[in-house]
């Protein structure tokens, strides 16, 4: 365990379906992250949250929803997903002056 | 802002090999640097770190980097290479400055190692 457990490990979904991405952390960081890796594209940062409260949000569609109840959870909620939306989304945190941890990530399927 | 340049997407090199993964940023501030590396399935992991101090930093499987902030630069380099060393390597910058904790990260470098 890397300390950023992600559930679950592998999602498919229809594009009518809602689901949703778990992340906990309990490492005491205060600064929480979603990224989307897709083949053969970079790392996609997707929403920022720093003591629970969103501080970036990239352009992402509304069909991704975060939500951070606590510092030490992180949620993204899907529903009306596309094909295109099909990647590993990754989830990480940090704490000042240290690198990001991450999680294992979520290998997702939207069919 | 800062940006990472990643120059070489992939990397094939034969095992027992020396290897040398490049990677350049661009900061108008003082920076932090790190070196992640993703096997395949999995999350990224840290690697090694550069926040201060000595410019050579060393992971303990054998991986070392050097900050060089004339050419601002930060290589990710191994003596010999192990089949175990396959594998996706990211390079990230952040400012050093408090509160300034956001990672920018490069496009990654597919290291293949051929038996």
């Known amino acids: 365990e890397t300390g950023v457990t992600q559930t679950p490990r592998h999602l498919v979904m229809g594009m009518t379906n809602k689901k949703s991405l778990k992340c906990e952390q309990h490492?005491?960081?205060?600064?929480m992250y979603w990224y989307k890796q897709s083949a053969k594209k970079p790392l996609e940062l997707m929403f920022v949250y720093n003591f629970k409260e969103q501080t970036e949000n990239n352009s992402v569609p509304s069909r991704f929803s975060p939500e951070c109840p606590n510092s030490s959870h992180l949620f993204l909620h899907l529903h009306t997903l596309q094909p295109e939306d099909s990647a590993l989304y990754l989830c990480?945190?940090?704490?000042?002056?240290?690198?990001?941890?991450f999680g294992s990530g979520t290998r997702l399927t939207v069919v | 802002a800062q940006s990472v340049t990643q120059l070489d997407s992939q990397v094939p090199v034969f095992e027992e090999a020396p290897v040398e993964l490049r990677c350049n940023y661009s900061s108008s501030v003082s920076v932090y640097l790190f070196w992640y590396v993703q096997y395949p399935n999995q999350g990224l992991q840290l690697l090694l770190k550069y926040l201060s101090g000595s410019t050579l930093v060393e992971s303990i499987n054998g991986f070392e980097a050097e900050f060089n902030k004339s050419q601002t630069s930060f290589h990710l380099r191994k003596p010999s290479v192990h089949i175990s060393d396959t594998a996706e390597y990211f390079c990230?910058?952040?400012?050093?400055?408090?509160?300034?904790?956001?990672?920018?990260f490069g496009k990654g470098t597919k290291l293949s190692v051929i038996p």
């Open positions: 990230a910058v952040r400012a050093s400055g408090a509160g300034s904790y956001q990672l920018t």
């Open positions: 990480a945190s940090s704490q000042e002056t240290y690198g990001y941890t």
């Open positions: 490492l005491g960081h205060n600064a």
